[in-house]
């Protein structure tokens, strides 16, 4: 038996990193944006789905909810400052 889970909310903060990451002040090398991206995640909440539908659902109610959205930036703001902070390089 295979079963398969996503963590859809990996997506998300991935695609909401690609749009603000421009305008953060901090180092783009490869480490330090997965550094910032593994931060972000740790703080967020996972939302766990078992199904592409499901996974649609929760990516389209997210990119409506302006509230979570900006949870999101909030944390990935957050992560770049600590990163900034303490870079691994």
């Known amino acids: 038996m295979s079963i398969k889970v996503k963590n859809v909310v990996e997506d998300i903060v ?3 990193f690609n749009e603000v990451h421009p305008d953060l002040d901090c180092c783009t090398c490869e480490q330090c944006c997965s550094d910032i991206v593994a931060y972000a995640l740790n703080q967020m909440r996972p939302k766990y789905v078992s199904t592409e539908k499901g996974a649609l659902f929760s990516k389209t109610t997210a990119a409506f909810d302006s509230s979570y959205k900006m949870e999101v930036i909030k944390v990935i703001a957050e992560g770049a ?9």
Do not use: W
Not at 81 to 89: A, G
């Open 14 to 16: 991935m695609e909401v």
């Open 81 to 89: 400052r600590v990163v900034k902070e303490n870079p691994r390089h």
